[in-house]
Structure formats: structure tokens, C-alpha cells
């Protein structure tokens, strides 16, 4: 059979597609063997939002306590969090009682976990939910509680009979680089022995980076997600600063990601008091491109209805979750504009374009097709869809057009370009 000359370029088309996305992700890091995290972990964590607040007596609506993961766990559910993707209910620091029990073991405060976390996993695995709990390589937490120095074996094992699903162990008051990079290794090793899927959280790079650079290639194969940057906080600063240290050390970050180890830039802060509804869009469409762990520290029981529709949105949850497992990078910076991009499974590309002005109104900025993609996003020609700040079908574009589009300050357009539709349409 003879191909028409139409059908050769087709074929031709897709072959060099192909070859670019192959070339792109050639001989990946080998991914901790534990089955989990083949996609971005996605959940709440009560970090940001609720900090060590073990003021029960007068706040017992804002209290690291039992009742809250309970109230967060319904909401989850019954809020349609669960439906979306988020199943992760993650506990951070400052759950435990001062001191080990009497056979050494960690335990939760008796006072504001009256159950226990065994009871408290039960209700949330009831709920269809997984629990996350917090730990520390070192002698104590950040908050000073107990940490797991020389009890690696007994507090993986702890954890996996109270049922957690998810670990994410912090790196404070530990003595040594050596003891750290061990510590981190044993933990993952451990948890591993107990026989139980518990997703591995390390902040590892991150208490590496101001001694010497991290090696990546490591960490993957013990760790399911890392932390390499200071905490988040509820600011625009914060934000902006994550994004400055993700694109300035792109090259030495985004190979290493995919199925099974991520890159964490911390938890979005999306609902809260400190972004505009701008830069809520723009932490939620570069955490996406940046194929980022997606856990929330907000209160479900108070968060806006347009805050609650942006962190559901379905068409941004799917490039964050994409099955390619590819993280973006910043394409290029240029006029006070960044654009961002991502490749995805079936062809696709994800396109973030970010306004950098912090003043004035909004931007336009016009963006060639055959600049975006490695230059195959769009060959012969794509479907573009704008996601954020709303969805828009834009339309069919050639690979030789080019593309306006219009940014608000400190805001991002998000989009998804589709060869796919071009495709079925022929």
C-alpha cells in the first residue's frame, strides 16, 4: 500500500514527536522500589495553615489535635477533595508526647490524641482516605519532640502498625552530613522491611544544600518525594522565591523526576489570607508544570468557593498527574515574562506563561508556535485550550502562526496544547 503524501508527513510528524520527547527523557533515574508516588502525591498537610498550635484549652478548632484530621478527613470526603485525586490526610510536626513510652516507642500526645494514631489511621482509611505522619532523622523534631536517631527500625515498624501510609521525615537537630545522608538512607530501608506501601517524604537536599550539592541520582532511589528549599509560607515572596530557585536550578533538578520521585516545592497555600487570586492561579499552575506534590495546608472547613474550584480543577490536576511523569522547566524569561513548559503523555504539552509585573495592568504577549514544545509541540499544527485563569477552546493553530494572549500582574495563563485533536479531526 502506498502512503499519500499528506499521510507520509503525517507519519514523519509523528515519528519526530517521538524521537524528541525519547531524546528528552533518555535513561531515567532509577525511582525508589516501592511501588508508590508513580504519579505526584496529592493531599493535605496541616503545616502552614496550623503550625504547632497545642493551645487546645482555647483554641480547640485550630489545635494539632485528633478532632481537627477528623473534621479535615469528613470534609475531604463529603467536599468532593477525595473524588479529585486528594487522599493523602498528612499529620506534621508536634503530634507526639513529649517523651517515648516505656518501651521506647513513639507515641501521641495522650491529651489532644486520646485514640491514638492507630485509631485515628482506622477512621481515616474508613473514610477512603491514607494517613501521613511526621518524623525526624535526628534527635528531636524542629518543634523539639522526639526524634528518630538510633530507633530507625522501631519507628518504621511503629508506624506501619498503626497503619500510616505516608512518612515525611524532616532533617533538624541532626549532628553530622553523614548522619543525615544515613539516616535518611536507613529510614527509607526500614520502612521498606516493614512490609507495609508507606510513601517516603525526605527533606534531605534541602539540609544538604548549604554544604555541598545533593546527588540527586541517591536520593531518588531512597526517597518518593524531597524537599530542596526553605518552607512555604502564605506570601507572594514565598512563592515567587520557590519558582527563582526552581528555574535557576532546573538543570540539575528536573531529569531526576518522575514515576515514583518528585521534586517538592512545598504545600500550596492556595485558600489562605496572603495571594491574590492571581497568584493563587499562578502557585497552582506552576506547581502543576512542575509536576509537584500537591498537598494543601488550608482550612477545608472555611476556604472560598473559588479557592475550593481552582485546587478541584480537573484539566490542571490532570497535567500535574500527567502519566508521563515529566517535569517542566522555565523555556525562556523575557520582557517581564516567563514562559514554562511541560511535555505530557499522547503528545501533549502543558504552557504556563507568567507576568512577572507586580505593577500596572495586564500584559499582552504574543508567543511563537514553533518556539514552544522543542519545536514539535505544534507540528504540522495543535489544539491550543487555555485551563487558567479560565477555560477557553482557542482554537487550531499552525506550527508557523503565532499566538496572543493577555496576563494579569503576578498572574499566569495556563494552557494545553493537543496534537491529538488535530489528528481525530483528519
Not at 252 to 281: E, R, T
Request: hydrophobic share 40%; glycine share 8%; with cysteine.
Amino acid at each position: 500500500m502506498k502512503l499519500r503524501s499528506t499521510d507520509q508527513r503525517l507519519v514523519c510528524t509523528l515519528m519526530l514527536r517521538s524521537l524528541a520527547l525519547v531524546l528528552y527523557g533518555v535513561l531515567a533515574a532509577r525511582a525508589l522500589n516501592n511501588g508508590l508516588a508513580k504519579t505526584p502525591t496529592m493531599g493535605w498537610l496541616h503545616w502552614e495553615r496550623f503550625m504547632c498550635n497545642l493551645n487546645c484549652q482555647e483554641e480547640p478548632d485550630s489545635c494539632i489535635s485528633e478532632q481537627l484530621f477528623m473534621q479535615m478527613a469528613e470534609l475531604m470526603v463529603s467536599d468532593g477533595w477525595k473524588d479529585v485525586g486528594y487522599e493523602y490526610l498528612c499529620i506534621d510536626d508536634c503530634w507526639m508526647a513529649p517523651q517515648r513510652d516505656s518501651e521506647d516507642r513513639l507515641q501521641a500526645d495522650p491529651q489532644r490524641f486520646p485514640g491514638g494514631i492507630r485509631h485515628l489511621a482506622n477512621y481515616v482509611h474508613s473514610k477512603g482516605l491514607k494517613l501521613g505522619i511526621y518524623a525526624d532523622v535526628g534527635n528531636k523534631t524542629c518543634a523539639g519532640f522526639p526524634g528518630s536517631f538510633g530507633h530507625y527500625d522501631l519507628d518504621a515498624q511503629t508506624f506501619a502498625d498503626w497503619g500510616v501510609d505516608l512518612l515525611k521525615f524532616d532533617g533538624c537537630y541532626c549532628d553530622s552530613i553523614k548522619h543525615l545522608e544515613n539516616g535518611y538512607k536507613y529510614m527509607s530501608l526500614a520502612l521498606n522491611r516493614t512490609g507495609r506501601s508507606i510513601v517516603y517524604s525526605c527533606e534531605w537536599p534541602f539540609y544538604l544544600w548549604p554544604f555541598h550539592k545533593p546527588n540527586y541520582t541517591t536520593i531518588r532511589q531512597y526517597c518518593n518525594h524531597w524537599r530542596n528549599f526553605v518552607d512555604v509560607s502564605d506570601s507572594w515572596e514565598s512563592i515567587k522565591s520557590i519558582l527563582d530557585w526552581t528555574s535557576f536550578h532546573q538543570e540539575k533538578i528536573v531529569d531526576v523526576a518522575g514515576p515514583g520521585g518528585w521534586n517538592d516545592p512545598d504545600m500550596l497555600v492556595i485558600g489562605n489570607f496572603g495571594l491574590s487570586w492571581d497568584q493563587q492561579v499562578t502557585q497552582m499552575a506552576l506547581w502543576a508544570i512542575m509536576a509537584a506534590p500537591l498537598l494543601m495546608s488550608n482550612d477545608l472547613r472555611q476556604i472560598s468557593p473559588q479557592a475550593k474550584d481552582l485546587l478541584q480543577n480537573k484539566d490542571v490536576i490532570a497535567i500535574n498527574q500527567d502519566p508521563l511523569g515529566k517535569q517542566g522547566y522555565r523555556l525562556r524569561k523575557e520582557d517581564n515574562i516567563e514562559v514554562w513548559e511541560r511535555p505530557l503523555s499522547n503528545l501533549a504539552w502543558a504552557v504556563a506563561v507568567r507576568n512577572l509585573q507586580e505593577i500596572g495592568g495586564p500584559h499582552f504577549y504574543t508567543i511563537t508556535i514553533v518556539s514552544l514544545g522543542r519545536g514539535v509541540a505544534c507540528n504540522p499544527s495543535c489544539f491550543i485550550t487555555q485551563l487558567l485563569p479560565v477555560k477557553r477552546e482557542l482554537g487550531f493553530y499552525e506550527w508557523t502562526s503565532s499566538f496572543k494572549t493577555q496576563i494579569n500582574p503576578t498572574g499566569t495563563v495556563l494552557l494545553r496544547l493537543e496534537a491529538t485533536r488535530m489528528l481525530q479531526k483528519n
